[in-house]
């Protein structure tokens, strides 16, 4: 687990009302997995889970419990039960620099988002998204940003 200079935490109701009583938690659960944090991330009671490797790009903002996993943690096996199969079933997810993804909102595996992205409270992005676009809902649907939300040149 790499976490760069300048990240923030916050699990408290006084850092970030929004949070409840979620804690953030940051998990690498296999031997090889990989979680990278780019500088100045800031984050609130949120859940993110490594079984091959998740990358936070710099100046992005995690909103209250937003959940990011690279894996689907179990299989179907014999008689009705379940395999521990996170390794077995883990993508990659990338996030870019300077997102903000809203409340509540799921990062499933495989996902590749953009430099500058927005992804609305409570979407659930199962699908890359490019550059300065606009995610929300369920399943996730993708536009363009509007003018107002794009960093200007020298900022990028």
């Known amino acids: 687990m790499l976490i760069r200079e300048g990240v923030k935490i916050n699990t408290t109701v006084s ?14 659960i296999e031997p090889e997995a990989c979680m990278e944090i780019g500088p100045h991330v800031g984050m609130s009671g949120v859940s993110i889970t490594a079984a091959k490797y998740v990358s936070i790009g710099q100046g992005t903002i995690l909103g209250a419990d937003v959940l990011i996993t690279d894996t689907d943690f179990h299989l179907p096996i014999d008689n009705w039960r379940w395999s521990n199969a996170a390794g077995d079933t883990a993508e990659s997810v990338v996030i870019g620099r300077g997102c903000f993804v809203g409340a509540r909102a799921m990062i499933l595996k495989g996902v590749a988002i953009g430099d500058g992205v927005v992804v609305a409270a409570g979407a659930v992005v199962t699908k890359n998204i490019p550059d300065e676009h606009l995610a929300y809902g369920n399943p996730v649907k993708i536009r363009p940003l509007a003018d107002k939300w794009i960093r200007k040149e020298n900022d990028k």
Do not use: D, K
């Open 15 to 28: 850092s970030n009302p929004v949070i409840g009583s979620s804690r953030s938690r940051l998990c690498v």
